[in-house]
């Protein structure tokens, strides 16, 4: 019987961590800030907005919002990427997504200046990750990962670790991190065929394909290490992409939904704006 990861004690024990650098800029008269810019009518998105507000608010980081509404355009959110850019007090800037469908998604993230770019997504920040350059933003959520996997000591070397799921925001990134730590890795997706004969051989497991329950006890190696990545409301119950409580019965652990990646992304996220911090008060 596998056991569930506590992800909640571990984000405390980083939130202390992190709560001490930032403690330690304003005694220099340093101020960490984020800017985050909200174009969507998404309510999971306006929950998590909310939710790293009270973060920020926790760790003495000062936050500044831009709700837009839907009559906004491309260019409109641009420039108000462009002046947080120019803006010395502004040290980190996210854009949530999704957008309005109607905005053009690459056009705006391209436009944060990659030194600010706390959320990973600007090319050139992807790109430096890709490459293994060490000084770059990791993507929230693939950082927050490796957050939980380095703390319950987690060995990836040599391992098989697969991955379902391929965005630019979770699989592409992960894959880099894992393959950065020797491990051996497998991407599957939606063309993928007879997803579990790649999933019984993973001794990590991370699903982030965004539907309920796609991860049956029977595609799960046993004394696996299972990452849920997956956010879905069904009947009013929030559902990871794992079948959590009979994967149990093969897994060695498991991060559970709700309570697990989602808190290291807000954490990862705040990590990354005192590391921008840092980097431009050198």
Do not use: W
């Amino acid at each position: 019987m596998g056991e569930k990861i506590n992800v909640k004690d571990i984000v405390k024990r980083k939130k202390e961590e992190l709560k001490q650098k930032v403690d330690s800029l304003k005694k220099k008269g340093i101020q960490p800030k984020l800017a985050v810019i909200l174009a969507s009518e998404d309510e999971a998105s306006k929950i998590y907005v909310g939710k790293k507000r009270k973060m920020c608010e926790e760790l003495g980081i000062e936050q500044e919002e831009y709700i837009l509404d839907k009559n906004v355009n491309t260019e409109d959110v641009v420039n108000i990427v462009k002046k947080l850019n120019m803006d010395k007090s502004v040290n980190g800037i996210l854009v949530q997504l999704p957008l309005f469908k109607h905005l053009d998604m690459d056009e705006v993230l391209d436009s944060i200046s990659d030194k600010k770019d706390v959320d990973g997504f600007h090319p050139l920040t992807l790109g430096k990750l890709f490459i293994g350059e060490k000084e770059t933003f990791v993507s929230c959520t693939p950082k927050g990962i490796m957050t939980i996997l380095d703390d319950i000591g987690v060995d990836c070397e040599g391992k098989h670790a697969v991955i379902v799921g391929r965005s630019r925001i979770v699989g592409k990134p992960i894959s880099q991190l894992l393959l950065k730590r020797g491990a051996t890795v497998t991407v599957c997706h939606s063309k993928t065929k007879d997803i579990s004969l790649f999933t019984k051989q993973a001794d990590i497991l991370v699903a982030a394909v965004g539907r309920p329950h796609i991860i049956t006890k029977d595609m799960v190696k046993k004394d696996a290490i299972v990452i849920d990545v997956g956010i879905n409301r069904v009947d009013g119950k929030i559902l990871g992409d794992v079948d959590t409580e009979n994967v149990l019965d093969v897994c060695d652990r498991i991060t559970p939904v709700p309570g697990g990646v989602g808190l290291t992304t807000v954490l990862s996220l705040l990590e990354n704006v005192v590391q921008a911090t840092i980097e431009q008060n050198k």
